[in-house]
């Protein structure tokens, strides 16, 4: 849906046509006969063409037209050509407005079919999160670099498995399409390998697997794997990925690091050795923040980098998905305009116990941002 700004740039642009003929039509009687305005009328109808329909343009021109005889009659331009000419102008501008709203009409079909279809592409490949899964509330946001995109190369989902809560967030190397195809390739690997892997580590190897095979060249995916059990902790698995972020119950916050650094997913040909996973204390009243480096490196005015650790207060709100609506906000005024990168940032709140059961959101619910 277009913003508030755009609605407002759309309706000067609907009234810029008769506001113009008026300014014409006043300004030519002021001025007296002796003068003549009347070429300017014509500035009418091409404004009507950049905002309308191609029948409102012709209604334009037709006024036009008989807001140009008009003037013509009163000033006495008839008697010589220029009257004529003036008309023949109006005339031409008011054809050419109507061709390009033709044309605008017809795009703006074209985009919305394809605004549809990225609609569609969106709800399959980034589905909201469960609103609760076990134990836990989870929420998440998300902001494409690209302009208009719903989607790109960051990736997150949430699934209860019998194995306790499994989570995924990842970030594609690269942007546009391609990442897109990426991230469809290692989300539908993680919602299949999630329910039948006994461990994280068989997990990340179906991943690898997957991945191998759909990319080419030095192309990668980092990768943070979690589960949530019930023995309050968390078990980490980390393929090259920003370490997450934990917040306690008392505010203090806490990025806990994998006992060594493995490579991202596609890169395991170069024969490093795989990640090990980590255990950490997560239990009652404690969050936990998933997110990729277009939150990390965003930078402000001077270059300085989004100091996450020092926000982890901006998530004590009641409600994870106000918490991390406020976190949002506060990364977007620290970048001072459109993100350089994905921005994605997944968001667990251990809030009691359950029976591993997960409710999803209908479409749209649970989903902070795009």
Same mark, same amino acid.
């Not at 013509?72 to 390009?100: H, N, P, Q």
């Not at 044309?103 to 990225?118: C, F, K, N, Q, Y």
């Not at 690091?257 to 009652?284: T, W």
């Given at each position: ?111 919305? =079919?394809? &605004?549809? *279809?990225?609609?569609?592409? $969106?709800?399959?490949? /980034?589905?909201? %999160?469960?609103?609760? @899964?076990?134990? !836990? ?26 194995? =306790?809560? &499994?989570? *995924?967030?990842?970030?594609? $190397?690269?942007?546009? /399409?391609?990442? %897109?195809?990426?991230? @469809?390739?290692? !989300? ?183």
């Amino acid at each position: 849906m277009p913003d508030r700004n755009q609605s407002s740039d759309w309706t000067v642009l609907s009234c810029m046509p008769v506001v113009v003929m008026a300014v014409v039509a006043v300004m030519d009687v002021v001025a007296g006969p002796g003068v003549g305005f009347l070429p300017l009328v014509s500035l009418g109808p091409a404004f009507a063409g950049l905002a309308g329909g191609w029948r409102r343009t012709a209604v334009i021109g037709l006024a036009a037209l008989v807001l140009c005889v008009g003037l013509g009659l009163y000033d006495g331009l008839f008697e010589e050509r220029r009257g004529y000419t003036a008309m023949a102008s109006v005339a031409g501008v008011t054809g050419v407005g109507i061709a390009a709203a033709v044309t605008r009409s017809r795009r703006e079909r074209e985009l919305a =079919g394809v &605004r549809s *279809i990225a609609e569609v592409a $969106q709800r399959v490949l /980034l589905r909201p %999160v469960p609103l609760t @899964a076990g134990p !836990l509330q989870a929420a998440v946001s998300y902001t494409s670099a690209v302009a208009e995109a719903r989607i790109g190369g960051d990736l997150y989902e949430v699934v209860a498995s019998p194995h =306790g809560i &499994r989570v *995924i967030v990842g970030d594609v $190397q690269g942007k546009g /399409l391609a990442a %897109v195809e990426t991230a @469809a390739v290692v !989300l539908g690997a993680f919602r299949e390998a999630a329910h039948d892997e006994p461990d994280l580590v068989g997990l990340g190897e179906r991943l690898e697997r997957s991945v191998a095979r759909e990319l080419e060249g030095e192309k990668f995916v980092t990768v943070i794997l979690a589960e949530i059990g019930s023995r309050h902790e968390a078990v980490f698995l980390n393929h090259g990925h920003p370490a997450p972020m934990v917040v306690r119950r008392d505010g203090t916050v806490d990025f806990p690091q994998p006992p060594a650094y493995a490579l991202p997913l596609g890169l395991g040909a170069h024969g490093a050795e795989g990640p090990s996973p980590y255990r950490v204390d997560f239990a009652p009243g404690d969050q936990l923040l998933l997110y990729t480096d277009g939150v990390t490196e965003a930078r402000d005015a001077d270059g300085r980098f989004y100091p996450l650790g020092e926000r982890g207060h901006l998530l004590k709100d009641p409600d994870a998905h106000r918490s991390l609506e406020a976190l949002r906000a506060d990364l977007a005024r620290h970048a001072g305009g459109p993100p350089h990168d994905d921005a994605a940032m997944l968001l667990l709140r251990y809030h009691g116990h359950g029976e591993g059961k997960s409710s999803r959101p209908s479409e749209g619910e649970g989903v902070t941002s795009r």
